[in-house]
């Protein structure tokens, strides 16, 4: 997530219209709501009415993105792509500066892992997390005007830039069942987001499959550059995979002081000088042993690993007795980059296929 997208989805439709009616209606303040509501007292009105709305912190957020029939797969959200990946993030209350544009007020990368300290924080609490507590840190938020902003709200020195983003397993797809659904999807990346310079995307499979991609000039994430970026760029994405794999603490937001102990590299655009070149060549890529359904933490070889990793030949049972337990995880065929669309999905009727899904797939 960032903190507000910078091109939020369905560009040009309108915050409210894009983040749908129930959260319009919930931010919607006096004087800021749109017709055609529900005529009733917007969440907002009603804090107010009671006396709390300046004691009150209201956050608009989704647990993950999703995709339906991009990269060639059905329907989902375990994939490593940018509609899987992006969430809307929206907040406001005391001390935050109100936007009125669907502009972000920073392009920051924020994450979920940001939630618990960026409310700790604003509860007055974040004094108390000391400095590795967490593995996120607050968001950079815009301050208001009046100053009400708790002054002990961190403005952090590292704003992170990169992040690592992983699944373990499986997944049905979500929409028709029939299709393959996503096997062996256990894979790691790394998003590199530079201010407006540079975006890269490094996705590592179990399968052994690598993608690298370059979100400036390939936003829709079509043209797989492993083997044709730069070689400084492919060593750089690497080791923060290395690093962002198995990392803890400020280690995560600040994955440089790893890489650079001594503090001369703080961003990306220092790391990718080629001064550096020889530092970068020595450091290992992350690596899993296997293909397991689940995280096993023996499975990912980072150089960076305090833990003793299990051996190889251990790791291999592991993925050999998962494939007795988990027969369907296992068996099921997939052509990860090309899952062909069978003729009875051409033909058939869409509406009514969303119809059985939703009454045969529903969460507990
Ligand atoms: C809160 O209520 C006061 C008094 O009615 C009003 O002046 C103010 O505009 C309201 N604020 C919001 C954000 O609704
Ligand atoms: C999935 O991974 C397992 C374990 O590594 C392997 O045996 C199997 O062939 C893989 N299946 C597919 C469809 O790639």
Same mark, same amino acid.
């Given at each position: 997530?960032?903190?507000?997208?910078?091109?939020?989805?369905? /560009? !040009?439709? +309108?915050?409210?219209?894009?983040?749908? &009616?129930?959260?319009?209606?919930? *931010? $919607?303040? #006096?004087?800021?709501?749109?017709?055609?509501?529900?005529?009733?007292?917007?969440?907002?009105?009603?804090?107010?009415?009671?006396?709390?709305?300046?004691?009150?912190?209201?956050?608009?957020?989704?647990?993950?993105?999703?995709?339906?029939?991009?990269?060639?797969?059905?329907?989902?959200?375990?994939?490593?792509?940018?509609?899987?990946?992006?969430?809307?993030?929206?907040?406001?209350?005391?001390?935050?500066?109100?936007?009125?544009?669907?502009?972000?007020?920073?392009?920051?990368?924020?994450?979920?892992?940001?939630?618990?300290?960026?409310?700790?924080?604003? /509860? !007055?609490? +974040?004094?108390?997390?000391?400095?590795? &507590?967490?593995?996120?840190?607050? *968001? $950079?938020? #815009?301050?208001?005007?009046?100053?009400?902003?708790?002054?002990?709200?961190?403005?952090?020195?590292?704003?992170?830039?990169?992040?690592?983003?992983?699944?373990?397993?499986?997944?049905?797809?979500?929409?028709?069942?029939?299709?393959?659904?996503?096997?062996?999807?256990?894979?790691?990346?790394?998003?590199?987001?530079?201010?407006?310079?540079?975006?890269?995307?490094?996705?590592?499979?179990?399968?052994?499959?690598?993608?690298?991609?370059?979100?400036?000039?390939?936003?829709?994430?079509?043209?797989?550059?492993?083997?044709?970026?730069?070689?400084?760029?492919?060593?750089?994405?690497?080791?923060?995979?290395?690093?962002? &794999?198995?990392?803890?603490?400020?280690?995560?937001?600040?994955?440089?002081?790893?890489?650079?102990?001594?503090?001369?590299?703080?961003?990306?655009?220092?790391?990718?000088?080629?001064?550096?070149?020889?530092?970068?060549?020595?450091?290992?890529?992350?690596?899993?042993?296997?293909?397991?359904?689940?995280?096993?933490?023996?499975?990912?070889?980072?150089?960076?690993?305090?833990?003793?990793?299990?051996?190889?030949?251990?790791?291999?049972?592991?993925?050999?007795?998962?494939?007795?337990?988990?027969?369907?995880?296992?068996?099921?065929?997939?052509?990860?980059?090309?899952?062909?669309?069978?003729?009875?999905?051409?033909?058939?009727?869409?509406?009514?296929?969303?119809?059985? &899904?939703?009454?045969?797939?529903?969460?507990?």
């Amino acid at each position: 997530m960032q903190v507000a997208m910078r091109r939020p989805w369905g /560009a !040009g439709t +309108g915050l409210r219209a894009a983040l749908g &009616a129930a959260a319009a209606e919930l *931010l $919607g303040g #006096a004087g800021g709501r749109e017709g055609g509501g529900r005529g009733g007292a917007s969440g907002v009105e009603t804090l107010n009415a009671s006396g709390v709305l300046d004691n009150t912190y209201i956050i608009y957020s989704s647990d993950n993105g999703y995709h339906v029939g991009t990269h060639r797969f059905g329907a989902g959200k375990v994939l490593p792509y940018e509609e899987d990946l992006r969430v809307p993030f929206l907040i406001r209350g005391p001390g935050i500066k109100a936007s009125k544009s669907t502009k972000p007020t920073n392009t920051k990368v924020g994450l979920h892992v940001d939630f618990a300290p960026t409310i700790l924080t604003l /509860a !007055g609490a +974040g004094g108390q997390l000391g400095d590795k &507590a967490l593995d996120g840190t607050p *968001l $950079g938020l #815009a301050a208001s005007d009046d100053g009400t902003l708790r002054a002990d709200y961190p403005r952090p020195q590292h704003h992170r830039n990169q992040f690592q983003a992983e699944f373990w397993g499986s997944w049905i797809d979500e929409l028709l069942h029939h299709l393959p659904g996503y096997v062996n999807n256990t894979w790691k990346a790394v998003r590199v987001y530079d201010e407006e310079r540079n975006g890269w995307k490094y996705i590592y499979s179990c399968t052994g499959s690598k993608e690298i991609y370059d979100l400036k000039k390939d936003p829709g994430e079509l043209n797989n550059m492993y083997d044709t970026a730069p070689m400084n760029v492919r060593t750089r994405l690497e080791a923060l995979l290395a690093v962002l &794999a198995v990392c803890r603490g400020d280690t995560c937001t600040n994955p440089w002081k790893v890489l650079h102990p001594g503090g001369e590299v703080q961003s990306w655009s220092d790391a990718i000088k080629s001064k550096y070149d020889d530092v970068y060549a020595r450091i290992k890529p992350f690596k899993f042993v296997a293909c397991l359904g689940y995280q096993d933490l023996s499975n990912e070889m980072s150089e960076y690993r305090v833990v003793n990793p299990a051996s190889i030949s251990q790791v291999r049972h592991l993925a050999s007795v998962d494939a007795v337990h988990i027969p369907v995880t296992l068996e099921a065929p997939v052509e990860r980059f090309a899952v062909p669309v069978p003729k009875d999905v051409l033909d058939s009727d869409v509406a009514r296929w969303y119809e059985v &899904a939703e009454v045969k797939y529903h969460f507990a």
